[in-house]
């Protein structure tokens, strides 16, 4: 069964950076429109960023942009999410997820995608 896998979250300082990894265990990764969303503890998933299946189109939500960058490789079957000077409201679950959508489509909310990894933890301390 086809899986996603996210990986590099962890504890770090406000002004600090990470970069989330997302493995995809499908047959042709180029098929499928990329997101990425979080869930802080009490609040509800929220969409961060996505990215169309050829790359050639992104879209970020207003408190990640100019902060983030997410990229994908569909030949490696992975997607990214570069995040720089972190936040401690930055702090949450963040999962990455895929959708099925035409070349150049990209989705921002979750109900487009059917696939959900497990998450990854992101604190910021302040």
């Known amino acids: 069964q086809a899986q996603l896998v996210e990986s590099g979250g962890g504890l770090v300082e406000a002004g600090g950076s990470l970069r989330l990894s997302c493995r995809a265990s499908?047959?042709?990764?180029?098929?499928?429109?990329i997101g990425w969303f979080r869930q802080a503890p009490g609040k509800e998933r929220e969409f961060v960023a996505t990215?169309?299946?050829?790359?050639?189109?992104?879209r970020y939500a207003e408190s990640v942009k100019g902060r983030s960058r997410i990229s994908r490789d569909n030949a490696q079957k992975m997607a990214y999410l570069q995040m720089n000077n972190l936040e401690p409201g930055d702090t949450a679950t963040y999962y990455c997820?895929?959708?099925?959508?035409?070349?150049?489509?990209?989705?921002?909310?979750?109900?487009?995608?059917?696939?959900w990894g497990q998450g990854t933890q992101v604190t910021v301390s302040s």
């Open positions: 997820a895929t959708g099925t959508g035409v070349t150049g489509e990209v989705f921002t909310t979750a109900r487009r995608y059917d696939r």
């Open positions: 499908v047959h042709t990764l180029s098929d499928y429109i």
């Open positions: 990215i169309s299946r050829g790359s050639k189109v992104t």
